[in-house]
Structures are given as C-alpha cells and as structure tokens.
C-alpha cells in the first residue's frame, strides 16, 4: 500500500522539477533578449562591476576634419547628444537646451565637454554637423564618421536609430531614434541621462554638480 502511495509522489516531484527546469530556462532566454533589446534609457548594469553598460570608445571626425575620441575629453565630464541635422523638431529642441544650459554655467562651461554625434552618417559630413552644431553653441562639437564608425558609437552607447524611407518621395528619407543626453563622469563612465525636453536649470545644475565633483570621486 505504501509503495503505490509512494510511487505517484515520486513521479509527481519529478514532473514539478522538470516543470521548474523549464521555467527557469525560459525565464533565462527572456532575460538574456531584453537585456538585448534595452532602450538607452534603461540602462544595463555589468554584473561584476556594477556600472551602466552605456559609453566607451568612440573614434569620429569633427567639422575641422581632426579625429576625435573619447580620450581627448579625459579627466572632463562629457555630455553626449544624438541626432541629425534634418530632425525638424526634437534634436533641435535637444540642442537649444544644452546650449542654454552650457550659458547658465558660464566660465565653468569650459570644464564640460559636449558633443553632438549624427546617426545619419551618409547626410552628415563632419562639416556639415560641425557647423550645425556650433550653431547652437560654440563649444557643441559635432561629430560623424563613416557608418561603421557611427554604427559602433550607437551601440556603445545603446542608441536606437533606424532609417524610415519617405513614402511620398523615394529618394529621401529621416531617422527614428531615441533622444536622450548621456552625462559622463571626468573617467568616461556613465553617470545619468536626460530627455530632450529637460528644464536648462536642471541640467545646467546637473552639469555643474558633474564639474564640481572631485576627480576620482564617487558618481553622483
């Protein structure tokens, strides 16, 4: 009697850690495509180091022509802005914004580095989102490449961009992409990130706190 009653249990924990099993697995798999498919403004964290997987290396062209990488802004704070010099509204209205912001700093501005970096690489030339950029403040570098290049800063950076055909004009076409402002520590590590449509006081006071913190401190 004991045996039949065993047996049923038997199978029956078998089947509950073979169902577990199979959860558990699924539940992997959807981790693993959302951490692959994370908009850039949630950012992933590392597991060993705790950080923002969100920044790195970058090697563009400015509107003088000279390269420039995520090592001439070192030992700096580094605000990083993208967009395209076709947007008709949001990078606009992003870039008014810093350069607002950078006024309200004043002489600390020179502290800060801001860059302006297109996800329309085939449009943009350097001197041509060079020019844009200053534009809205002189100390706004705009920065391109080649598609390869700008393809690789995009995704150090997690930024959605992607080409939308025009569907009344075959020859032309805009970009869809995400718009936030990534704010960088003085080592290059990732620090917060801003909509388009922050307040100038706010970010103005978010970069200042940037500029004031002492090298080597923690992240704020």
Do not use: W
Not at 171 to 179: A, I, K, L, Q, W
Request: charged share 25%; glycine share 10%.
């Amino acid at each position: 009697m004991s045996k039949k009653v065993t047996e049923p249990k038997i199978r029956a924990s078998r089947g509950t850690l073979l169902l577990a099993l199979l959860i558990g697995l699924a539940g992997g798999i959807m981790t693993a495509v959302l951490l692959a498919t994370l908009p850039s403004g949630a950012p992933a964290t590392g597991d060993a180091t705790g950080k923002a997987l969100i920044g790195g290396h970058f090697s563009l062209v400015d509107g003088a022509g000279k390269r420039v990488t995520e090592k001439d802004f070192a030992g700096k704070p580094l605000l990083v802005y993208f967009g395209f010099t076709n947007c008709p509204d949001v990078c606009p209205a992003g870039l008014q914004v810093i350069a607002a912001a950078l006024d309200r700093l004043g002489d600390k501005a020179k502290d800060m580095g801001t860059i302006f970096i297109t996800v329309d690489p085939e449009r943009d030339t350097p001197e041509l989102v060079g020019k844009y950029a200053a534009s809205f403040q002189s100390s706004i570098i705009g920065l391109s490449g080649s598609p390869e290049e700008i393809g690789a800063v995009t995704k150090a950076y997690r930024v959605y961009a992607k080409k939308v055909p025009d569907e009344t004009n075959p020859h032309e076409y805009s970009v869809d992409h995400s718009s936030f402002m990534y704010l960088m520590d003085r080592k290059g590590d990732y620090m917060k990130h801003f909509p388009h449509s922050v307040d100038a006081k706010d970010l103005a006071d978010a970069l200042a706190k940037a500029i004031d913190a002492p090298a080597g401190g923690p992240d704020t």
